[in-house]
């Protein structure tokens, strides 16, 4: 069955800049989760979604980044007025269930975001 | 955050075991040990999890040592398709669920 997508997967912004990633989990997946990932380095947690309800956001670095998961399925990561230190791969993963005895994310590819 | 350490890069040889190992000597006793891997350009893909007791499966087997301080992961015949960076990861229980937190990974090259 298809997997976890991202869109785009590459996007180039210049410094100040909106933009806005977007995920699509493997349907009827309840949990949803944002990763960033700098260059050499393992993913980091952004924030996390069961269905609609955003339960965990204590990863955003700042108040620019945030990301919103309104009908309990597609996710948007926004960030705005991007700046360099926020060039990295933006990693979207989702679960079936919300309960937490869940044991495999599923990955998608990811977007590569630079800014410029 | 809980924290694993692992070596920054490891070689094998195609067709031989490998042996990867993780030091995690602050884990909690709810926390589960992961492991993922991340080939290039691709989002990293679950390899096997494991709480106490050695665990094998299709892809690998896990092996925790008795204070769980420690685990290694062993790929019991490398392949130049499991060349990929390894993260062993800390499977943290929250509130609501569970929360991976990754370290930096070992790169696993094989030579053919």
């Known amino acids: 069955g298809a997997g976890v997508s991202q869109s785009p997967r590459y996007k180039v912004a210049k410094r100040g800049q909106d933009v806005a990633l977007r995920c699509d989990p493997i349907s009827g997946h309840v949990s949803l989760f944002w990763y960033q990932q700098a260059l050499g380095q393992g993913p980091e947690f952004l924030t996390y979604f069961q269905n609609e309800a955003q339960l965990d956001k204590s990863g955003l670095p700042s108040d620019r980044f945030f990301a919103e998961r309104p009908e309990g399925s597609v996710s948007t990561l926004k960030i705005q007025r991007t700046q360099q230190e926020d060039s990295a791969v933006y990693l979207c993963?989702?679960?079936?269930?919300?309960?937490?005895?869940?044991?495999?994310?599923?990955f998608g590819p990811g977007t590569r975001l630079t800014v410029t | 955050d809980a924290k694993t350490t692992q070596p920054n890069s490891m070689e094998s040889n195609e067709e031989e075991p490998v042996h990867l190992p993780c030091n995690h000597s602050t884990i909690s006793g709810t926390d589960y040990i992961h492991w993922y891997r991340q080939l290039p350009s691709q989002g990293p893909e679950y390899v096997i999890h494991g709480l106490t007791s050695n665990v094998n499966n299709r892809m690998a087997s896990l092996a925790i040592a008795e204070d769980r301080k420690s685990s290694t992961l062993i790929l019991h015949r490398a392949t130049l398709r499991d060349a990929a960076v390894y993260y062993c990861i800390l499977r943290v229980r929250m509130e609501y669920g569970n929360k991976l937190v990754f370290g930096a990974g070992t790169i696993l090259r094989v030579k053919s």
């Open positions: 993963a989702s679960t079936r269930y919300g309960t937490g005895y869940e044991y495999e994310q599923y």
